[in-house]
């Protein structure tokens, strides 16, 4: 099973600052199958960026994925007020779907 | 637009059972894998079952394979999680999730609002 690791735990920025979440595999991710989901309290997940860098319609330009391999990135370019929220990576390659530990954005 | 709703959620005792069902509508049903993900209180998100498009074939993690069945209705557009033998670890929001495609290689792009399952003598 693929570990996906993220860092750091919490992020504390105020609004307008540049977001940087990192998501790390224990092995590489088979065709780049890693999204990023964005949560808020009481919602559902919802879907920011497929295949590590595709983003999904109607997602912000200034969500932007990036990586391979082992290694990906999320970026918030600059963060608007309904930006603070959860965020998880998960792989689906390998007929197995993991999630990572998920990187509360917060405000400062 | 995708629209999914849960049902049937609620409080069980351990080694219980409990059913839950999953409406879906505005897709072409069973041209999608539908998957069950679940949430415990203010944890992270877990996968714990996945159906392909035609219910031939089901995947689950070993946290609850040999306990949770994943099933389908493609005629009426119903998924449904039969959870037995429920554990206290198993209470969450379980969350109703379509796939993008088939199963290989698809993630999940719609999801509905959640259901709450809590285990608990």
């Known amino acids: 099973e693929i570990v996906l690791t993220q860092s750091p735990g919490t992020l504390s920025l105020s609004p307008g600052e540049r977001a940087t979440l990192s998501c790390r595999a224990s092995?590489?991710?088979?065709?780049?199958?890693l999204g990023w989901y964005q949560q808020k309290p009481g919602q559902a997940p919802r879907l920011l960026i497929s295949?590590?860098?595709g983003r999904v319609t109607g997602i912000p330009d200034r969500f932007t994925g990036s990586g391979s391999g082992t290694d990906f990135t999320l970026t918030i370019s600059r963060l608007e007020p309904e930006d603070f929220a959860v965020y998880y990576c998960?792989?689906?390659?390998?007929?197995?779907?993991?999630f990572g530990q998920g990187t509360k954005v917060e405000i400062k | 637009e995708v629209h999914l709703l849960e049902s049937g959620g609620g409080l069980e005792q351990p080694g219980e059972s409990l059913s839950l069902s999953c409406a879906a509508s505005?897709?072409?049903?069973?041209?999608?894998?539908m998957s069950w993900v679940r949430q415990a209180p203010g944890k992270g998100l877990e996968w714990v079952s996945i159906?392909?498009?035609?219910?031939?074939?089901?995947y689950y993690p070993d946290s609850v394979k040999g306990r949770f069945t994943i099933s389908r209705d493609n005629f009426n557009n119903m998924l449904y999680l039969q959870m037995n033998s429920l554990r206290a670890e198993d209470t969450a929001i379980y969350y109703c999730?379509?796939?993008?495609?088939?199963?290989?290689?698809?993630?999940?792009?719609?999801w509905g609002q959640g259901i709450l399952v809590t285990v608990s003598s």
């Open positions: 999730a379509k796939l993008s495609g088939l199963v290989v290689g698809a993630y999940f792009d719609y």
């Open positions: 505005g897709f072409r049903f069973s041209s999608y894998a």
């Open positions: 159906i392909s498009g035609n219910g031939d074939t089901t």
């Open positions: 092995q590489s991710v088979s065709s780049n199958y």
């Open positions: 295949g590590a860098s």
């Open positions: 998960q792989q689906y390659g390998n007929l197995a779907w993991t």
